[in-house]
């Protein structure tokens, strides 16, 4: 088959992000047909995820990265911090369908003194 769409490498949100309603979590909902064969179809989510603990070092002494391979089922439910995983979604052999969002913060509105209206202050209720 015809390899087609991909989405390259990349972060949801990078660290030095000044806009005010900031991306934090990112969501996926695969809405594809049973049966969807991640080898065969194509359309995986790739996520590279650095240990918290960055003392797992490689033969160079670099920081190693485990990678995460997602194959898009219908009815999966991804979730995953916007600013911390790097991913990419590989070509794909057929039509790949899910919805796609973020849960947005307003954390660098309320430290440079906007957006929220209340000073950044946390309300009770």
């Given at each position: 088959?015809?390899?087609?769409?991909?989405?390259?490498?990349?972060f949801?949100?990078?660290?030095?992000?000044?806009?005010?309603?900031?991306?934090?979590?990112?969501?996926?909902?695969?809405?594809?047909?049973?049966?969807?064969?991640?080898?065969?179809?194509?359309?995986?989510?790739?996520?590279?995820?650095?240990?918290?603990?960055?003392k797992?070092?490689d033969?160079?002494?670099?920081?190693?990265?485990?990678?995460?391979?997602?194959?898009p089922?219908?009815?999966?439910?991804?979730?995953?911090?916007?600013?911390?995983?790097e991913?990419?979604?590989?070509?794909?052999c057929?039509?790949?369908?899910?919805?796609?969002?973020?849960?947005?913060?307003?954390?660098?509105?309320?430290?440079?003194?906007?957006?929220?209206?209340?000073?950044?202050k946390?309300?009770?209720?």
């Amino acid at each position: 088959k015809e390899k087609k769409g991909f989405y390259g490498r990349h972060f949801d949100r990078t660290r030095d992000d000044a806009t005010t309603c900031q991306r934090k979590i990112s969501l996926l909902l695969y809405l594809n047909e049973d049966g969807w064969d991640g080898e065969k179809d194509g359309g995986v989510l790739r996520a590279y995820i650095r240990p918290m603990n960055m003392k797992k070092r490689d033969a160079n002494n670099n920081a190693s990265m485990c990678v995460e391979d997602v194959v898009p089922e219908g009815g999966k439910l991804v979730l995953f911090d916007s600013s911390l995983v790097e991913h990419e979604v590989l070509p794909t052999c057929k039509e790949r369908w899910a919805v796609v969002g973020w849960f947005l913060s307003e954390e660098g509105a309320a430290r440079r003194g906007g957006g929220g209206g209340d000073g950044g202050k946390k309300n009770d209720h």
